[in-house]
């Protein structure tokens, strides 16, 4: 048998599995020292594994954090609105309703391009994690 074979199909029965990474997965109780060795291991791999793209990752939670905002935003904007807008347009002045709807529509793009961002961004790290 060469070495490849020997490798892919293994002899003995018990080490078949062997290539599976951590011994006793399968079993339902692990202690609590298992379990913790477990979830260390895990989290430190995936720390390695997006190290390489921490900033992209901070700009997409800051994205995440843009559209957040700028979606809170949009209810208080047409409150506005509504409350000093047209109190101003029943006094013959359309200004500040004006000014409302065009702040409206520079927050629907910026919510639009945040979340734009956060979805190339974050589809990027991972695939490249991947």
Known sequence: MSSLTATLRPERPDDKDAWRGVAAEDVD?????????????????????????????????????????ATLTIPWLVGQAVDHGIRAVRANDPGPLEAYVAYLVVTAFVLGGCGYAFLRLSGWVGREVL
């Open 29 to 69: 109780e692990v202690p609590p020292e298992v379990s913790r060795a477990r979830r260390r291991s895990g989290t430190r791999l995936v720390g390695e594994l997006v190290a390489p793209y921490r900033g992209r990752m901070v700009l997409a939670g800051l994205a995440i954090l843009g559209r957040t905002g």
